[in-house]
């Protein structure tokens, strides 16, 4: 069974950092790439970040690229999500989503294809 366990948000001062935690489980996590994409109250579901099955690509929302860094730890089974210089429109409920096809994270949103999990709250304000 597929899992995905997102971990690390929490309240933050703009300009801050965080570091947000993908543990997966069910599968082969060397066969799939894996995406984090972001909900927030009354906004569109954004893709933020996605990384492939071997860690060599990784792809940025415009809206993070500079402050946001995607990686995997494969000993660890393990995605991360280091965010720097946070921004109040970060503020959101961050998930992860894999695949065996990179491609396919670009044409999903939360709750559709695949699994997901509970998510976790990041929220940006002073």
């Known amino acids: 069974q597929v899992q995905l366990v997102e971990s690390g948000g929490g309240l933050v001062q703009p300009g801050g950092s965080l570091r947000l935690t993908c543990a997966t489980s069910?599968?082969?996590?060397?066969?799939?790439?894996v995406g984090w994409y972001r909900q927030a109250p009354g906004k569109e579901c954004e893709l933020v970040a996605t990384?492939?099955?071997?860690?060599?690509?990784?792809n940025y929302a415009d809206s993070v690229k500079g402050r946001f860094t995607i990686s995997r730890d494969s000993a660890k089974n393990t995605v991360y999500l280091q965010m720097d210089n946070l921004k109040p429109e970060d503020t959101a409920v961050y998930y992860c989503n894999a695949d065996p096809n990179v491609f396919r994270l670009f044409n999903r949103c939360v709750g559709g294809e695949g699994a997901w999990g509970q998510g976790t709250q990041v929220t940006v304000s002073s």
């Open positions: 069910g599968f082969t996590f060397s066969d799939y790439a």
């Open positions: 990384i492939t099955r071997t860690g060599r690509a990784t």
